[in-house]
Structures are given as structure tokens and as C-alpha cells.
T-cell receptor, first 116, second 116 residues
Framework: GAVVSQHPSWVICKSGTSVKIECRSL??????MFWYRQFPKQSLMLMAT?????????EQGVEKDKFLINHASLTLSTLTVTSAHPEDSSFYIC????????????FGPGTRLTVT | AQTVTQSQPEMSVQEAETVTLSCTYD???????LFWYKQPPSRQMILVIR??????QNATENRFSVNFQKAAKSFSLKISDSQLGDTAMYFC?????????????FGEGTQLTVNP
């Protein structure tokens, strides 16, 4: 099956700094990518939909100025957590449906963010 | 808006036995897809099985099968001959039928433990 990678897999940053997480589709193109947040023992909560070449669509309650999303190419989307605080510590997962596929989606392995 | 409900936060089963995980959903859509995903301790999301709503026949994948009751909006997962490697969090998910890149709506998850 298709592969989605995320980098880094684990990052620790200090409160007030920014951190960037990359999501790459390695062997297919994706015009759309999804960013989820998952707290321990909880479900995946959709944060935003990343659209190649246009602005991301954010879910209600997600601060677009805090979670900056850029989908600059058909294989790369980035999520930047700006001015991170300890409450932003979480597991961030991206998924990507191959362009033209109706229901297939491939998930990245996730990024664990710890803000100290 | 769609909602997905998993009423069993935790379940356990003995190795080699059969277990059924429950899922109900609510939607006004007539055409959609339903999924079961597995998230083992590595936290990588893995597709277990998919069901197209327009198909009456229940999907099966080796030891995994579903009981899809469209009128009741129920979509349970049966795991036969449970194996230790089946220990994971299982998420039921809904996707509207549409163009490429439709979002997934997840249930709360069921933590399944397979005991030796």
C-alpha cells in the first residue's frame, strides 16, 4: 500500500517556541491532507483539512493562527504549532487520500509533541 | 453532521476466541462508507475492513467480518480466532460518499485486549 511519512516522530520544545511537523506522501500525490490531534486513550479529532495550493479549512474551535498549515506541493503538508504551550502537548497524525481515490486514506505514523 | 458511537470503551477476549465490537452511527446520507481501523501500541492507524453502504453483503477480510445493519445504523466488527497481535484500540469511522478527499468521522474507540 501507499506510504505516508511524518517528521519528526517525536519532538520536545520549550513553551513559547514554534515547532513544524511535516507530512509527506511518498509514492502518490495528494491534493488534500488531513491533520488530527489525539490525546491519550482518546479518539482522533480532526483539526483541519489541508488543500494543495489554497488555504486550509479549520474545524470549529481550532485556532488557525496557532496551528498554521501549508500544503505547498502535492506530496507535502506542514503543520506549525506557534507559541506552543504545555496544553498543546499531544499526538498529531496526518492522513492523505491519493488524488482521485474516493475512499482510500493512508495515515502517517504520528508525531508526539511534548511542550515543557 | 455525522456522529459515530462506540459504547464499549474496553473489551477483553481469550486467545482463539471470538469477540464482537459494537458501533452505531447517525447520518442523513444515503450513500457512505464505514470503516474499522486498528491502532496498536505503535499508534500507526491500520485499516481493518471497509463497507460500502450500497452493498447489502457484509464485508469480510480473513478473520474479520462485519455485521452491517443499514436501517438500524449499526456496524459491528467480529474478530474470529483472536490473536495476541489483535490487541489494539479499534475505531469505527464514517465517510460520506463523494469526490476524492472526504473526511473521516471517528467513534470514541474500543480498547481490545487479547489474553493468552
Amino acid at each position: 500500500g501507499a506510504v505516508v511519512s511524518q517528521h519528526p516522530s517525536w519532538v520536545i520544545c520549550k513553551s513559547g517556541t514554534s515547532v513544524k511537523i511535516e507530512c509527506r506522501s511518498l509514492d502518490f500525490q495528494a491534493t488534500t491532507m488531513f491533520w488530527y490531534r489525539q490525546f491519550p486513550k482518546q479518539s482522533l479529532m480532526l483539526m483541519a483539512t489541508s488543500n494543495e495550493g489554497s488555504k486550509a479549512t479549520y474545524e470549529q474551535g481550532v485556532e488557525k493562527d496557532k496551528f498554521l498549515i501549508n500544503h505547498a506541493s502535492l506530496t507535502l503538508s506542514t503543520l506549525t504549532v506557534t507559541s506552543a504551550h504545555p496544553e498543546d502537548s499531544s499526538f498529531y497524525i496526518c492522513s492523505a487520500p491519493p488524488a482521485g481515490e474516493i475512499y482510500e486514506q493512508y495515515f502517517g505514523p504520528g508525531t508526539r509533541l511534548t511542550v515543557t | 453532521a455525522q456522529t459515530v458511537t462506540q459504547s464499549q470503551p474496553e473489551m477483553s477476549v481469550q486467545e482463539a476466541e471470538t469477540v464482537t465490537l459494537s458501533c452505531t452511527y447517525d447520518t442523513s446520507e444515503s450513500n457512505y462508507y464505514l470503516f474499522w481501523y486498528k491502532q496498536p501500541p505503535s499508534r500507526q492507524m491500520i485499516l481493518v475492513i471497509r463497507q460500502e453502504a450500497y452493498k447489502q453483503q457484509n464485508a469480510t477480510e480473513n478473520r474479520f467480518s462485519v455485521n452491517f445493519q443499514k436501517a438500524a445504523k449499526s456496524f459491528s466488527l467480529k474478530i474470529s480466532d483472536s490473536q495476541l497481535g489483535d490487541t489494539a484500540m479499534y475505531f469505527c469511522a464514517f465517510m460520506k460518499h463523494g469526490t476524492s478527499g472526504s473526511r473521516l468521522t471517528f467513534g470514541e474507540g474500543t480498547q481490545l485486549t487479547v489474553n493468552p
